[in-house]
């Protein structure tokens, strides 16, 4: 059985970098993503709480903010666990294999986006196409 899920949301807080006791890097954080729909002339939304561990975890602190457009790439796991007063709850969690930019920043802070590798160049190492669309390959 596979379980492979995509998300494209906005970021509802700013996401918080965490260390297990294994000093291994874990961030969780929630998007909200639109409904396909709207109800009553209103766009509905649902919250999803996504895990991302060790460099996404990392990237993710980084570069997002509350606010920002995140497409969420990686699978869905369950756990449970034991409340308070002994009642077993259930939680499912997105757990975040990429991460990439998607739209318009909208957060608060404006935080800097990482530089491309140097394999993508610049855009000095383009021209312009003509603008008669007759001789593309495609």
């Given at each position: 059985m596979f379980c492979r899920?995509?998300?494209?949301?906005?970021?509802?807080?700013d996401p918080e970098l965490r260390m297990t006791p294994n000093d291994v890097k874990?961030?969780?954080?929630r998007i909200a993503v639109d409904r396909p729909y709207k109800v009553e002339d209103k766009r509905k939304a649902d919250f999803f709480d996504v895990v991302a561990w060790r460099g996404t975890a990392e990237?993710?602190?980084q570069y997002f903010s509350k606010g920002r457009i995140i497409?969420?790439?990686?699978?869905?796991?369950?756990?449970?666990?034991?409340?308070?007063?002994?009642?077993?709850r259930y939680v499912t969690e997105l757990i975040a294999e990429r991460v990439s930019f998607a739209g318009e920043n909208k957060g608060k802070s404006e935080r800097p986006l990482p530089e491309p590798p140097p394999e993508y160049g610049t855009s000095a190492d383009f021209s312009e196409c003509a603008s008669d669309s007759t001789d593309l390959p495609f």
């Amino acid at each position: 059985m596979f379980c492979r899920t995509t998300m494209l949301g906005r970021m509802v807080a700013d996401p918080e970098l965490r260390m297990t006791p294994n000093d291994v890097k874990v961030c969780s954080f929630r998007i909200a993503v639109d409904r396909p729909y709207k109800v009553e002339d209103k766009r509905k939304a649902d919250f999803f709480d996504v895990v991302a561990w060790r460099g996404t975890a990392e990237f993710v602190t980084q570069y997002f903010s509350k606010g920002r457009i995140i497409l969420v790439d990686g699978h869905l796991e369950t756990r449970t666990y034991d409340d308070k007063n002994g009642i077993t709850r259930y939680v499912t969690e997105l757990i975040a294999e990429r991460v990439s930019f998607a739209g318009e920043n909208k957060g608060k802070s404006e935080r800097p986006l990482p530089e491309p590798p140097p394999e993508y160049g610049t855009s000095a190492d383009f021209s312009e196409c003509a603008s008669d669309s007759t001789d593309l390959p495609f």
